[in-house]
């Protein structure tokens, strides 16, 4: 059997004249298996090039823009048929430093593909503009204004889901103007605040009020989504700063699993920025004061009362969601105006962000919401 050729010795010279080589130089001293190693490793960084400078993220269902105002721009995904007799379904995205593409995160994660799927025909989503120079003195009677001017747009009652922080923007609108909502959906939505353990709960009532006032100072009259971020990582340090490189190194040759990173990377670190005036508004007066629970906020020169919301509403709440925990999603079901035989309470498995694009929660629960909301349209 012939002997397989020599390697060409590596001198001191090729050392020396060309460093920057000196991976490559190892990789072919260690054969085809080193090479390979080698290979999957430029794989891993360039990949990881990729997670940690992603693209802005995108809007996996096609859509017009039906305005486009100061704060929003408010997207329609409505499936084209004309004369239908359902009422609008108006999705309040999360507005709390990512991007409302959340809620059409990918084709197979869409929560807007499956409530069109699921027989909804007029679908649209407040598609949040992050913060300029010029928004910073924006308050939560600016954003509930410009939901009054889509809503009456509309030209109807609308169905309206909050998720998130939009759920209480939601509650907000429903309680300033109960005439203009015929369902209210609040999936993941911090209504009473005071209720569970939330982490959010704790480091609005840790943390003197200065420390919020000193962010905003930092950021030019604006919350930085990017602070945001940092924040939402600092709460799971051992996932976001180690965990999941070595997911993504175990899995560079899963190219699904590769796509669902780069897609999720490019919602996450691509931050928005909110207004200041809004943000220490909402931690004041939502988070330490829990005044919306209460009936003390003032909402566009009223102040509102939960209890003079009477549309049937949907509550959704995540087993284990340590942002919004069950009881302060709940909290609605007394809270609200509604009689208690038309007011859901579903709980889904899995945590706060899988409540709006988890495909387990996609899959099992919101068929059931876009069941009942066509419900109320036959009522």
Sequence with gaps: MRAAPKRPALTTTHEHS?????????????????????????????????????????????????????????????????????????????????????????????????????????????????????MGNFDVDKYLAEINVAVDDLGEPVHLVGLCQGGWMCAMFAARYPEKVRSLVLAGAPIDTDAGDGALKRMAHDLPMSFFEEIVTAGGGRMRGAYMVAGWKSMHPEQQFFGKYVDLYTHIEDRNYIERTEAFERWYENPIDLPGAFYLQAVKELFRNNSLAKGTFVGLGRRLSLSDVTAPAYLLAGDIDDITPKPQVFAARRLLGTPTKQIVCDVASGGHIGLFMGARTLAKHWPKIGAWIREQDRR
């Design 18 to 134: 060309v460093p920057w080589m000196w991976p490559m130089a190892a990789a072919l001293e260690a054969g085809e298996t080193g090479l390979e190693l080698f290979q999957e490793n430029l794989r891993f960084l360039s990949e990881m090039e990729r997670v940690e400078n992603p693209a802005p993220p995108e809007w996996a269902t096609r859509n017009t823009v039906a305005l486009d105002l100061d704060t929003m721009r408010l997207r329609d995904f409505s499936s084209g048929h004309s004369g239908t007799r359902q009422a609008p379904v108006l999705v309040d995205a999360p507005y709390a430093g990512h991007s409302a593409a959340i809620a059409d995160f990918a084709p197979q994660q869409s929560l807007v593909r499956t409530l069109l799927a699921n027989g909804l025909e007029r679908v649209l989503v407040t598609d949040w503009k992050s913060a300029t120079e010029a």
